[in-house]
């Protein structure tokens, strides 16, 4: 791509509209990961206890079930993420790039 082209994708809204909800989305789901990940340390931390609290006469723990809940979270991050970044991104970057190229 020549420089012309970079600067009549950075010129049209479509990419300004795409950036932005790329980045929000990203910080959105980082945000809630963050602080799902470290409040289960400051847990860890500051009141193990609540973490050993045993679900019936079994091994299984609230800090089992908290630690898998979130890789499972995490997960379906991921796939909202990479879901909405085919579809939607991926479809704004075709039409950015269709209106660039022809606007020759």
């Known amino acids: 791509m020549s420089s012309e082209m970079y600067a009549r994708i950075q010129k049209n809204p479509k990419f300004t509209e795409l950036v932005s909800k790329r980045e929000r989305l990203a910080w959105t789901l980082t945000g809630i990961v963050l602080v799902l990940f470290f409040g ?3 847990t860890v931390a500051f009141n193990p206890a609540v973490l050993a609290i045993r679900l019936g006469d079994s091994f299984v723990t609230t800090g089992l079930l908290i630690g898998l809940a979130q890789f499972i979270l995490f997960w379906v991050f991921t796939a909202v ?4 970044a085919n579809s939607e991104f991926d479809t ?4 950015l790039l269709y209106e660039s190229a022809k606007a020759k």
């Not at 993420?81 to 909405?84: A, D, E, G, I, L």
């Open 81 to 84: 993420y990479v879901t909405r």
């Open 92 to 95: 704004l970057t075709e039409q």
């Open 40 to 42: 289960l340390f400051m």
